[in-house]
């Protein structure tokens, strides 16, 4: 435990571990530099020490469960030259002067946002800050630029829990290349209408095609921000939309069907005073293709799937 480079993977060999203590969960390591002679940066004279002051500065959890704290001992200094008086304090390289937290749990929160399975709200849980500051920290260290607009883009959800009032983020993709061009962290108007607006207008006129689901904010981009561009929505969802409007029609058919026909049943049975049963319909067999119970739904969707298989060989993006 005696280099701080070992514990920490910091790098400041100058800094020894003067005390560790454990308290409860938390670790307490205390550290200081080691008392070298101090030479003013400005005249190149002596400097005296004026006292110590103890700062104390979270990391993240250990390995082993325990929460470390770091107390700074930070040595103040002041120039020995009556005509100069600089002053200065203990640095230490792997905290910022105004932080409270090392500058190595910053890089721990960006790399436990590569696992897709964490939210800002666990990751900020587990490293005692709030979400904000976690978003925050991704937001300063990772920068992913945009890729230029091509005159084909997609724009898809996709869920996340990245935004508290919005769970689905926002994917913007070239549809030449596949590459996603961006990924706005809610699909909310009041973040695309700003994104969308601040791309140069010569970039947005270049858009000649927008592909899209049916969502109604999507096909209005067309509208606000792409000018020259027509709105497509994809053969995938054109097919599935039509299978469902098929589905139904046929659903309220079989059900027409059904309902004539126990009608029919009724009408008989009373006009010969007997209860009388007829064969399923033609019609009511075409419908439910003569199958029982919970695999008539399914016969119905393979059919309609079938005959909308070769359709969708016609819708040309
Ligand atoms: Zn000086």
Redesign the pocket.
Known sequence: MNSITDILDLEDSDIHVSNIQVEGTQKLITLEYKLTSHF??????R?HSRGIKTRSIRHPILQDGYELILLLRQRRWR???P????ETNDSFRFVDRSRRTTNASDMLIIFAFRNLNESAASIARRFNTSDTHALDVFDRYVKMDRLPLSDIISIDEVFTDMDRDCKYALVIQDFYTGDPIDLLRSRRSRVTEPYFAAIPPEERNKVKYLLSDMYNPYLSFVDKYFPNAVSVVDSFHVVQWIIHSIDMYIRQLEKNFRKRDREREEKISAEQGRSVSLPVSDELYICSENTAGSSCQTAITSSTIRIFAWIRTFIVL
């Open positions: 003013c940066p400005s005249c190149g004279f400097m120039c020995t030259n005509d100069c008086r600089y």
